[in-house]
């Protein structure tokens, strides 16, 4: 009877021991894991709509005033998209008259 109580104790801890090795493998592969990098994609604001509107909404957003970071990422973000568009363009220098006429030629400078 304490042969076969021992049997059944010996069973138990082995299963015990090989679920800690499977848990202990898993932790284990999770830490030695190499993070990646999450990546953001931007979305294009100005999907469908005439070059036109596309740069006089990006011109709306570089001449609000804002010094919180939201903000200023928000215009590289158009400056991103208005180089891009002027990229695309088969007629950039079109668009970049558009912006004169808008801003005015001192003005336009800045902006490139």
Same mark, same amino acid.
């Given at each position: 009877?304490?042969?076969?109580?021992?049997?059944?104790?010996?069973?138990?801890?082995?299963?015990?021991?090989?679920?800690?090795?499977?848990? +202990?493998?898993?932790?284990?592969?999770? %830490?030695?894991?190499?993070? @990646?990098?999450?990546?953001?994609?931007?979305? #294009?604001? !100005? =999907?469908?709509?005439?070059?036109?509107?596309?740069?006089?909404?990006?011109?709306?957003?570089?001449?609000?005033?804002?010094?919180?970071?939201?903000?200023?990422?928000?215009? +590289?973000?158009?400056?991103?998209?208005? %180089?891009?568009?002027?990229? @695309?363009?088969?007629?950039?220098?079109?668009? #970049?008259? !558009? =912006?004169?006429?808008?801003?005015?030629?001192?003005?336009?400078?800045?902006?490139?």
């Amino acid at each position: 009877s304490e042969i076969k109580d021992t049997t059944d104790l010996n069973l138990t801890v082995e299963s015990e021991i090989k679920n800690l090795e499977d848990s +202990i493998t898993i932790l284990l592969t999770n %830490i030695f894991q190499t993070i @990646q990098p999450m990546t953001k994609s931007l979305t #294009k604001l !100005f =999907i469908g709509r005439t070059w036109k509107t596309q740069v006089d909404k990006m011109l709306t957003q570089l001449t609000t005033h804002g010094r919180t970071r939201k903000d200023l990422n928000q215009k +590289i973000q158009m400056y991103y998209y208005l %180089i891009k568009l002027l990229d @695309q363009h088969a007629d950039s220098a079109m668009i #970049k008259d !558009f =912006i004169e006429r808008k801003q005015g030629k001192r003005k336009a400078k800045d902006t490139w």
